[in-house]
Nanobody
Framework: QRHLVASGGGPVQSGGSLTLSCEGS????????MGWLRQAPGKEHEAVAV???????SYADSVKGRFTISRDITKNFLYLRIDDLKPEDTAMYYC?????????????????WGLGTQVSVFS
Protein backbone atom coordinates (compact mmCIF):
# COMPACT_ATOMS: atom_id res chain seq x y z
CA GLN A 1 0.00 0.00 0.00
CA ARG A 2 1.30 3.41 -0.96
CA HIS A 3 1.98 5.98 1.77
CA LEU A 4 0.64 9.24 0.43
CA VAL A 5 1.68 12.72 1.51
CA ALA A 6 -0.64 15.66 0.90
CA SER A 7 0.53 19.26 1.08
CA GLY A 8 -0.48 22.77 0.12
CA GLY A 9 -3.10 23.49 2.76
CA GLY A 10 -3.15 26.40 5.14
CA PRO A 11 -5.27 29.28 6.40
CA VAL A 12 -7.00 31.18 3.62
CA GLN A 13 -9.63 33.86 3.44
CA SER A 14 -13.09 33.04 2.15
CA GLY A 15 -13.14 33.41 -1.64
CA GLY A 16 -9.48 32.56 -1.97
CA SER A 17 -7.80 29.66 -3.75
CA LEU A 18 -5.42 26.83 -2.95
CA THR A 19 -3.78 24.02 -4.86
CA LEU A 20 -3.22 20.82 -2.92
CA SER A 21 -0.62 18.28 -4.00
CA CYS A 22 -0.34 14.59 -3.25
CA GLU A 23 3.00 12.85 -3.59
CA GLY A 24 3.31 9.14 -4.12
CA SER A 25 0.14 8.53 -6.08
CA UNK A 26 1.87 6.18 -8.51
CA UNK A 27 0.52 4.96 -11.82
CA UNK A 28 -3.27 4.62 -12.21
CA UNK A 29 -4.63 1.20 -11.27
CA UNK A 30 -7.54 0.04 -13.40
CA UNK A 31 -9.11 -1.58 -10.35
CA UNK A 32 -9.37 1.65 -8.36
CA UNK A 33 -10.06 5.35 -8.61
CA MET A 34 -7.84 8.13 -7.35
CA GLY A 35 -9.25 11.03 -5.45
CA TRP A 36 -9.35 13.55 -2.65
CA LEU A 37 -11.33 13.19 0.56
CA ARG A 38 -11.78 15.53 3.45
CA GLN A 39 -12.70 15.18 7.08
CA ALA A 40 -14.16 18.05 9.03
CA PRO A 41 -14.10 17.96 12.85
CA GLY A 42 -16.65 15.49 14.16
CA LYS A 43 -17.58 14.24 10.70
CA GLU A 44 -16.83 11.22 8.54
CA HIS A 45 -14.48 11.28 5.57
CA GLU A 46 -16.14 12.71 2.47
CA ALA A 47 -14.97 12.08 -1.10
CA VAL A 48 -14.95 15.44 -2.87
CA ALA A 49 -13.14 14.75 -6.16
CA VAL A 50 -12.38 11.54 -8.03
CA UNK A 51 -10.51 10.72 -11.23
CA UNK A 52 -10.51 7.40 -13.08
CA UNK A 53 -7.88 5.71 -15.24
CA UNK A 54 -9.25 7.44 -18.35
CA UNK A 55 -8.97 10.84 -16.72
CA UNK A 56 -12.71 11.28 -16.26
CA UNK A 57 -13.60 13.22 -13.13
CA SER A 58 -16.44 13.35 -10.66
CA TYR A 59 -17.18 15.81 -7.86
CA ALA A 60 -19.37 16.07 -4.82
CA ASP A 61 -22.29 18.43 -5.38
CA SER A 62 -21.02 20.80 -2.70
CA VAL A 63 -17.78 21.46 -4.59
CA LYS A 64 -18.81 21.31 -8.26
CA GLY A 65 -17.52 24.27 -10.20
CA ARG A 66 -14.99 25.16 -7.48
CA PHE A 67 -12.77 22.07 -7.20
CA THR A 68 -10.65 20.62 -10.00
CA ILE A 69 -8.77 17.33 -9.70
CA SER A 70 -5.84 16.51 -11.95
CA ARG A 71 -2.84 14.22 -12.02
CA ASP A 72 0.69 14.04 -13.39
CA ILE A 73 1.39 10.39 -14.05
CA THR A 74 5.04 11.02 -14.92
CA LYS A 75 5.68 12.61 -11.52
CA ASN A 76 3.29 10.41 -9.51
CA PHE A 77 1.42 13.47 -8.26
CA LEU A 78 -2.27 14.11 -7.77
CA TYR A 79 -3.57 17.67 -7.46
CA LEU A 80 -6.67 19.47 -6.23
CA ARG A 81 -7.26 23.05 -7.25
CA ILE A 82 -9.76 24.77 -4.96
CA ASP A 83 -11.30 28.09 -5.95
CA ASP A 84 -13.81 30.31 -4.18
CA LEU A 85 -13.10 28.69 -0.82
CA LYS A 86 -15.91 28.73 1.73
CA PRO A 87 -15.78 28.31 5.52
CA GLU A 88 -17.52 24.93 5.12
CA ASP A 89 -14.49 23.71 3.14
CA THR A 90 -12.48 23.78 6.37
CA ALA A 91 -11.22 20.23 6.90
CA MET A 92 -8.24 17.92 6.77
CA TYR A 93 -7.73 16.87 3.17
CA TYR A 94 -6.34 13.48 2.17
CA CYS A 95 -5.60 11.85 -1.14
CA UNK A 96 -6.27 8.21 -1.96
CA UNK A 97 -5.43 5.84 -4.79
CA UNK A 98 -7.63 2.92 -3.77
CA UNK A 99 -11.16 4.24 -4.09
CA UNK A 100 -14.08 2.23 -5.38
CA UNK A 101 -17.71 3.14 -5.90
CA UNK A 102 -20.53 1.12 -4.41
CA UNK A 103 -24.14 1.89 -3.64
CA UNK A 104 -23.76 5.60 -4.32
CA UNK A 105 -20.76 6.06 -2.03
CA UNK A 106 -17.00 6.01 -2.47
CA UNK A 107 -15.00 3.71 -0.23
CA UNK A 108 -11.31 3.01 0.30
CA UNK A 109 -9.83 -0.46 -0.02
CA UNK A 110 -6.98 0.35 2.35
CA UNK A 111 -6.71 1.84 5.82
CA UNK A 112 -3.55 3.94 5.80
CA TRP A 113 -4.62 7.56 5.35
CA GLY A 114 -1.08 8.84 4.95
CA LEU A 115 -0.38 12.46 5.71
CA GLY A 116 -3.22 14.92 5.20
CA THR A 117 -3.10 18.69 4.83
CA GLN A 118 -5.27 21.10 6.81
CA VAL A 119 -7.34 23.70 5.00
CA SER A 120 -8.81 26.41 7.22
CA VAL A 121 -11.06 29.03 5.65
CA PHE A 122 -11.85 32.19 7.59
CA SER A 123 -14.33 34.93 6.77
Amino acid sequence: QRHLVASGGGPVQSGGSLTLSCEGSGAPNKNYLMGWLRQAPGKEHEAVAVIDTDGDTSYADSVKGRFTISRDITKNFLYLRIDDLKPEDTAMYYCATDLYYEGGTYYRAGRDWGLGTQVSVFS
